[in-house]
């Protein structure tokens, strides 16, 4: 036992607090042998907390692991040190013995009276208090500085500043207060210099840079992020490589790493690929093996894409895969379990493959979870479900739902998993998404040949009220038109998978530059499309508007001053689209075929039938070289009285590049005015080319042949010219993604034309949105 009055101390610090939470306290020799002595004999009689000012003495006491009449023993003192540093309330410890007094002698944290930043202007100070935890009137420790600084930096290496520096400092104040500030250097945006593949021989970098989504920095690409290093992007990266050579026939590629290299300057990243193309494959023989009842290889064979002795294929291989369980499905066989099992001949490289269609495990859903859909209601996720809670489970509808769910555009991300229910033979389907923004708001401007200067806006809301509801207010201020137009769609309409909605619309043609009338409309359209089936999309449409024609010159044509009035519409309209492309908007294969017939009558002043028919093929003959073939044809004609001119087809501008918008078709030859035709045909020949320009420039060309007539009008007179006359034009074009929207530019000569036409040599459509 020790004489009274000598004292032994334990002491810790903020410094090493820390270490003393993961590690045995370390004491000198001398210590050690104290708490030896200590631990022999003598019980503690008293426990002093002297240092406290905000925090009571009893609350220390309540984190101690010893209490009066405890024995002074080593293990607990040291317990009770680590566990007053756990608090994160004192800045310093000891613990020291009077006789048989213990002494705890603390030094209180300070409270952090306010938080402040300096040198940011990328992240709003809003957005950075979001990411640190420590808050005025909490206990300032350094480990939560220290942890509160590697989130501002994550943040900032997020939105690509890799160079950013955050350093804290602390301001004193009175009553054990402090000032935190952290300074912050953000740097310049950490760009992409260069992408490099290492072990490509099939494929140059060129190829390989357009498929993969990271993006080397240019300078027009200042409105977007693409080129600028994101590690969740790179693992994406290679996932597309992976994808882009299974799917050309490359069966044992690999992506060996990917490096992103800091350079020195802490200014640009450089990407490195290292890649094992490996050789490429053909399939061999292509076979189905079928432990079904009832069920035979020649009436599934006819749904593969797979062909014999064609490349090997890992997107045709799933595609085939789909359609058979599909299939196998609508036979009424609920679990099935498809596998593609191949046999790869090295020497050969060929691959034998083989589908395995075989009854799996009885499984069925239990429950559908969904999780992270804080705005998005249930029922919007549930519907996109091709799975519902009691049906068996199926591997490949999962995929499907999960893909549904990704193609709504509301999640930043969707995964869909399942884990084991309450017994064997049930699965619980987890959902769990990511929401992100789907509201828009768009300002633009640029300009027509047809409408000339425009400008434009947008307000849209694709998840209205969580609803998955598509909410739109947009209009057009144009040099020859100008519009405005509120629409809403309900994409399930009383719960079923029929797309309603609704069109308010008022447009103004103010075209006596071009004519010598002004047109305005204004009306509601109501409309519901339904899918028939995969590819097929029927929409009924019932629209009344009025239509007014003012303003009519004396110098008009006196067909056109008979027309001057108003007159009110009341159109029902159906349209049905089989649509097989592979993209709508950018079309490299595929076809679409499709009619539409719209017939007035039902009410208003005007009586009419009008069918459109439309077809268009696609073929890719080369790499980036697409030939499309359009083509239309369209009718319009009166009900018991005459078309009117609003009513009629105009051709020419966009639909006949080289001849004026309404170039083509009956004209007045005393006034020159174009009075449009009921009946018109319309064609193109398009090739699209590369013009050996990086492809991340957004620039490509075109070759085309336009042709196509205008005829028939219910009007006759001496100074009417009206011809069927075929009509051909030809031309090249150029299209620019740029930063500021998509430019389309056309230069086209007619090379079949009637005397009476009007020619226009450069067509230019411009636009943009922010």
């Excluded at 003598?42 to 101690?64: D, F, H, M, N």
């Amino acid at each position: 036992m020790l004489r009274p009055g000598l004292n032994f101390v334990l002491r810790g610090s903020t410094a090493a607090a820390a270490l003393l939470l993961t590690v045995p306290l370390a004491l000198p020799a001398h210590a050690a042998l104290q708490l030896a002595q200590v631990q022999e004999g003598g019980t503690i009689q008293a426990i002093a907390i002297t240092g406290t000012e905000r925090i009571e003495p009893e609350t220390v006491k309540s984190y101690l692991a010893v209490q009066p009449g405890d024995l002074f023993i080593n293990d607990k003192l040291d317990k009770s040190l680590k566990t007053l540093f756990a608090t994160g309330l004192f800045a310093d410890v000891t613990l020291a013995r009077e006789g048989d007094t213990l002494i705890v002698k603390v030094v209180e944290n300070p409270i952090i009276n306010r938080i402040a930043y300096e040198g940011n202007s990328h992240f709003e100070d809003k957005k950075l208090d979001e990411e640190v935890q420590l808050k005025p009137r909490s206990v300032y420790t350094r480990t939560k500085v220290q942890a509160d600084v590697k989130r501002m930096l994550d943040l900032y290496r997020r939105s690509g500043r890799f160079a950013a520096t955050v350093e804290p400092k602390v301001i004193q104040l009175p009553q054990n207060r402090v000032d935190l500030v952290f300074e912050i250097n953000e740097g310049k945006v950490t760009s992409i210099r260069s992408i490099n593949f290492v072990g490509n021989k099939v494929f140059d970098n060129g190829d390989l840079q357009s498929v993969v989504s990271t993006k080397e920095s240019r300078w027009w690409r200042f409105l977007s992020s693409d080129d600028t290093y994101d590690p969740d992007r790179l693992t994406y990266d290679r996932e597309l490589l992976r994808k882009f050579y299974l799917a050309a026939g490359y069966a044992d590629f690999r992506v060996a790493s990917a490096v992103a290299e800091l350079t020195p300057s802490r200014d640009g990243f450089i990407i490195t690929f290292t890649l094992d193309e490996g050789e490429r494959y053909k399939f061999g023989h292509i076979g189905l093996n079928i432990g079904l009842k009832d069920l035979k290889p020649e009436d599934l064979q006819p749904l593969l894409t797979t062909q014999d002795g064609e490349w090997y294929n890992a997107d045709q291989v799933e595609g085939s895969i789909n359609k058979l369980t599909t299939a196998v499905g609508d036979r009424g066989y609920a679990f099935i379990d498809i596998r593609p099992l191949i046999s790869r001949n090295k020497d050969t490289h060929v691959l034998d493959l083989t589908y395995d269609i075989a009854e799996g495990p009885r499984v069925y859903i239990e429950r559908i979870d969904i999780q992270g859909n804080v705005r998005t209601l249930d029922k919007v996720i549930r519907r996109e479900m091709t799975l519902a809670e009691g049906d068996a489970f199926n591997s490949s509808k999962v995929k499907r739902s999960e893909q549904n769910l990704k193609n709504l555009g509301f999640f930043k991300t969707v995964e869909v998993t399942n884990v084991q229910g309450t017994s064997p033979d049930r699965t619980v389907l987890n959902v769990k998404v990511e929401e992100q923004s789907t509201g828009e708001l768009s300002i633009g401007t640029g300009y027509s040949t047809e409408f000339g200067l425009l400008g434009n806006f947008g307000i849209r809301e694709r998840n209205f009220l969580g609803r998955g509801q598509d909410l739109e207010l947009s209009g057009t201020l144009a040099q020859y038109e100008s519009n405005a137009q509120l629409s809403f769609t309900e994409p399930y309409l009383f719960d079923r998978p029929i797309a309603g909605g609704f069109d308010i619309f008022d447009t103004q043609q103010n075209t006596q530059t071009l004519a010598t009338y002004d047109l305005a409309s204004y009306g509601v359209t109501l409309r519901a499309g339904v899918d028939l089936y995969q590819d097929l999309h029927d929409t009924l449409r019932y629209t009344i508007r009025n239509d007014r024609i003012t303003n009519v010159t004396s110098t008009a044509s006196i067909y056109i001053q008979e027309e001057e009035g108003s007159r009110t519409e009341s159109v029902l309209g159906d349209s049905l689209l089989w649509d097989k492309r592979d993209n709508r908007l950018n079309p490299t294969a595929g076809y679409y075929v499709s009619g539409d017939v719209s017939w007035a009558g039902a009410g208003g002043s005007v009586y009419y039938i009008k069918p459109i028919v439309s077809a268009g093929y696609y073929y890719s003959i080369a790499p980036k070289w697409v030939l499309g073939a359009t083509a239309q044809y369209g009718d319009v004609f009166g009900l018991g009285q005459s078309v009117n001119i609003q009513d009629r087809f105009f051709v020419g501008g966009d639909n006949l590049r080289g001849f004026a918008t309404g170039g083509i078709g009956p004209r007045d030859i005393s006034t020159r005015d174009s009075l449009g035709g009921n009946e018109y045909y319309v064609g193109s020949l398009t090739l699209q080319v590369p013009l050996g320009l990086p492809e991340e420039l957004g620039i490509g060309g075109r070759v085309f042949t336009d042709f196509g007539s205008l005829w028939g009008i219910d009007q006759t007179g001496s100074d009417i010219s009206d011809s069927k006359i075929f009509r051909l034009s030809s031309g090249v074009g150029v299209s620019w993604k740029s930063p500021m929207g998509p430019i389309k530019i056309d230069f086209g000569i007619p090379i079949r034309k009637s005397h009476y036409d009007e020619r226009e040599v450069v067509h230019v459509n411009f636009g943009t949105s922010f």
